[in-house]
C-alpha cells in the first residue's frame, strides 16, 4: 500500500514558508536569525494505523528565554477539519507515536517534576495523559486518548 502525504499535511508543512514568502514580497529584505526564531516549525506528520488522521508536532522558540515549546496537533488526512491541538504543555512534547488500534498517541514530553502530568485541571478538560516512565535526558514518556 502506497502512503503518499494527502494535499492538506502538505499544505500544513508548508504553510510557514508561504507566509514568509508572500511578506516578502512587500518588504524585500535578507532573511535574519530573529526571523528563524519567530517561524514556528512543523514536524513530520505520523498517520494513525488507518491513514485517516495524522499527529504533528508545532515548535515555537523563544530568543528570549533561549527555549522551546512543542506541543502535538491532530488532523484529519482528509483535510475535512482544521488541525485540533492535543497538548499545552509548558515544556516540550515531541516524537508522537500511535498505538496499533489507533486509539491512543504516546509522546515524549518534558515536564515539571512538581506537576508529573502537567496541569491537571487543564488537561481533564482537553484529554487524558498518562506518564508512563521517565525517558532519556529528563523526558518522560505520555500517552494520550485523543
Known amino acids: 500500500m502506497s502512503r503518499r502525504l494527502p494535499p492538506v499535511l502538505c499544505l500544513i508543512v508548508l504553510a510557514p514558508a508561504l507566509a514568509l514568502a508572500s511578506n516578502a514580497e512587500t518588504s524585500r529584505r535578507p532573511m535574519t536569525v530573529e526571523d528563524l526564531w519567530a517561524m514556528e516549525r512543523v514536524g513530520p506528520p505520523v498517520l494513525s494505523p488507518d ?85 532519556t535526558a529528563g523526558r518522560r514518556r505520555v500517552i494520550r486518548r485523543h
Do not use: C
Open 51 to 135: 491513514g485517516r488522521q495524522a499527529a504533528f508536532t508545532v515548535t515555537v522558540y523563544s530568543m528570549e528565554d533561549n527555549d522551546n515549546n512543542g506541543d502535538l496537533w491532530l488532523v484529519p488526512t482528509d483535510g475535512s477539519a482544521a488541525p485540533r491541538r492535543l497538548t499545552w504543555n509548558e515544556g516540550s512534547d515531541a516524537s508522537p507515536a500511535w498505538s496499533p488500534d489507533g486509539k491512543r498517541i504516546a509522546f515524549l514530553s518534558k515536564r515539571d517534576d512538581e506537576q508529573p502530568d502537567g496541569d491537571s485541571r487543564q488537561h481533564r478538560r482537553r484529554g487524558q495523559h498518562h506518564q508512563l516512565g521517565r525517558g
